[in-house]
C-alpha cells in the first residue's frame, strides 16, 4: 500500500479538500466550507461546499479505492493560519505514485477553474497571504481612460519585463520591477493597477505598512513568499513614511502603529534578500513628501503622473458613457467642464477627475443630454 500525507499548512491542502468534496460525494460524515461568488450585476451568492468531516472515508476513484483520513489536533495549533492543526492522509493499494500526482494535478486545476476570468485580491495575514473577499470579475484596460496611450505603454513595459528573465540573468541585473503612480486623488492609479492584472491575468498583493505587528522580518518574508503572478500594491506610499530632509516633528499619519523601519523598507525592495521576478506598484498623492532613496532606480523604475482630465480623457469617457453621443456633444461637454472650472479658479483643486467625471456620469445613466444641461454640478462631485 501507499500513503500520502498533506498537512493543512501546505499550498495543495485547500485545493485536495475541494477535489475530495466533487469526488467523495457517498461519505455521510460532512463539514461545511462556505464560500461567496460576485456576479458581472455586483450580486453576490452564497455557495455551501460539503466536504468529509473529521474521520475516515472511502471512495473510489478511476477504479482504485482510497481511504481518506482527516485528522485534527485537539491541543496543537498552527501558528500562521491560527486554526487546529490538520492533516489529510490517502491510502491506496499498490506502489504506483503516480496516482497521487494525477489527483493533486487535477485538484490544481480545479481551485484554477473556480478563479478563471477573476482577479483574485490577496491580503496579508500573520505570515502568508490570504485571498480577501470574492474573486472580482477582470476590468479591462480600455475602461480606465487616461491620457495618450498611457495605460498601454505600461502594459507593454510589464510585458516586456515578464518575457526578460533571462536577459536580466545574463547582465547580472535583479530581476525585478518598480513603479510609482503618483498625482491627485480619484484620477485613476488604483483603477490602472487593477486593470493591469485583470490584463496579465495576475493577481493583486495589497501591503499594508501600517498594519500593526508588522516588522521588517515578516515584510521581507512576505515578499518572498507571495503568490506566482502577482503584482505587489503599496498604496499611499507617503503616508507611512515621510522625506528624511523634512523636519524631525512631521511625523507620518500612522507612526507608532508598525515596526517597520525604512530601511527595512529599502532593504525589502533592493536588498540582498528581496525576492526575484517581483513586480511592485506604489501609489502617492503627495510625490514631494517620499524620500529621494525610496524613489531611486532600482527601486522605483518607472514613474508616471496621473493627473487631472484632460480634454482627450473627457471626451474619452462621455463616449464611453454614451456611445452613440456626436462630436458636437463630445466638444460641448469639454467647453462646459472647463468653463465649470474656470468660474472657481480661484479656490483650491477646482479641477475635475476621472472620479468626478465618473460620478457625475452615474446620475445620468442614459441621458447625455441631461448631462450637459446639468454640468454646473460636476465640480460638486
Known amino acids: 500500500m501507499i500513503t500520502l500525507e498533506i498537512p493543512c499548512r501546505d499550498k495543495s491542502y485547500q485545493w485536495l479538500l475541494q477535489w475530495i468534496t466533487r469526488n467523495a460525494r457517498n461519505t455521510q460524515h460532512l463539514s461545511v466550507e462556505t464560500t461567496f461568488e460576485q456576479h458581472e450585476t455586483g450580486k453576490i451568492s452564497t455557495h455551501f461546499d460539503f466536504m468529509p ?3 475516515i472515508h472511502f471512495f473510489t476513484h478511476r477504479g482504485r479505492w482510497i481511504r481518506v483520513e482527516r485528522t485534527r489536533e485537539q491541543q ?52 502568508e497571504w490570504r485571498e480577501f473577499g470574492p474573486g472580482r470579475k477582470r476590468r479591462p484596460l480600455s475602461s480606465v481612460v487616461l491620457p495618450g496611450n498611457q495605460s498601454e505603454r505600461i502594459l507593454d513595459d510589464i510585458k516586456s519585463f515578464i518575457n526578460s528573465e533571462k536577459w536580466y540573468e545574463s547582465r547580472g541585473v535583479p530581476f525585478r520591477r518598480g513603479y510609482l503612480l503618483h498625482g491627485p486623488p480619484g484620477c485613476g492609479k488604483t483603477s490602472l493597477i487593477t486593470a493591469l492584472a485583470g490584463e496579465l491575468e495576475y493577481s ?15 515584510l521581507n518574508h512576505l515578499l518572498t513568499v507571495a503568490p506566482s503572478q502577482s503584482i505587489i500594491l503599496l498604496e499611499d ?15 507620518a499619519a500612522y507612526d507608532g502603529l ?32 517620499l524620500d529621494p532613496a525610496l524613489i531611486r532606480p532600482g527601486r522605483v523604475d518607472v514613474k508616471e503622473f496621473i493627473g487631472y482630465t484632460s480634454d482627450d480623457q ?17 466638444d460641448s461637454f469639454v467647453q462646459l467642464v472647463r468653463k465649470e472650472e474656470s468660474k472657481l479658479k480661484e479656490k483650491k483643486n477646482a479641477k475635475v477627475s476621472m472620479a468626478a467625471v465618473q460620478g457625475f456620469f452615474l446620475n445620468f445613466k442614459d441621458n447625455p443630454e441631461a448631462a450637459l444641461d446639468n454640468i454646473h454640478l460636476i465640480l460638486k462631485q
Open 204 to 218: 493583486i498583493c495589497i501591503l499594508n505598512l501600517s498594519e500593526r505587528g508588522l516588522s521588517d522580518d515578516r
Open 314 to 330: 473627457l471626451k474619452k469617457a462621455f463616449k464611453n458613457f454614451y456611445p452613440e453621443s456626436s462630436k458636437q456633444q463630445l
Open 53 to 55: 468531516s473529521v474521520g
Open 258 to 289: 508598525s515596526r517597520v523601519t525604512f530601511s527595512g523598507l529599502l532593504n525589502m525592495l533592493d536588498g540582498v534578500a528581496s525576492s526575484q521576478g517581483r513586480i511592485l506598484f506604489m501609489t502617492t498623492n503627495h510625490l514631494d513628501r
Open 237 to 251: 506610499i507617503d503616508a507611512a513614511f515621510v522625506s528624511r530632509e523634512d523636519s524631525p516633528q512631521v511625523k
Open 76 to 127: 496543537s495549533i498552527d501558528m500562521q493560519l491560527g486554526i487546529p492543526y490538520e492533516t489529510v492522509t490517502l491510502t491506496t493499494f499498490g506502489r504506483d505514485k503516480q496516482l497521487f500526482v494525477d489527483i493533486l494535478l487535477e485538484a490544481r486545476k480545479l481551485a484554477l477553474q473556480r478563479h478563471e476570468g477573476k482577479t483574485i485580491m490577496y491580503t496579508a495575514m500573520g505570515h
